[in-house]
């Protein structure tokens, strides 16, 4: 989302992080194998109060491995050409190379954003 900031990314950039996203569910742990990615969160410079609103009104979004298996869902706010979870986490972390975003409405459902 290059250009002007919309009111809430102002609104991130003056508390801390220009984006941040928060992972609310880890496929990869579901059955025990994993220990729990749920609640780990970024940039390193978001605040608790960022990191909560985004949990509460962010987009969801999930991050997929080579062969479109889901390992992490979570939530964003802010403008991914700042940064983004698949490059702050997801790749280092599990080697996720997708990265999609929920969208609601008729025709909506999983897109493909980074992969």
């Known amino acids: 989302m290059a250009g002007t900031a919309m009111p809430q990314e102002r609104e991130l950039q003056a508390q ?37 609103e985004a949990r509460r009104r962010g987009t969801r979004f999930r991050m997929l491995d080579d062969d479109g298996e889901p390992y992490y869902e979570g939530r964003t706010l802010g403008p991914l050409d700042e940064g983004d979870p698949l490059n702050d986490f997801g790749a280092p972390n599990a080697g996720c190379t997708m990265y999609e975003e929920w969208q609601e409405g008729p025709g909506g459902g999983w897109k493909g954003v980074i992969g």
């Open 16 to 52: 801390g992080a220009p984006y941040v996203w928060v992972i609310t569910r880890d496929l990869l742990a579901e059955d025990g194998s994993f220990e729990s990615e749920v609640g780990t969160a970024g940039p390193s410079g978001a605040t608790d109060e960022q990191i909560e």
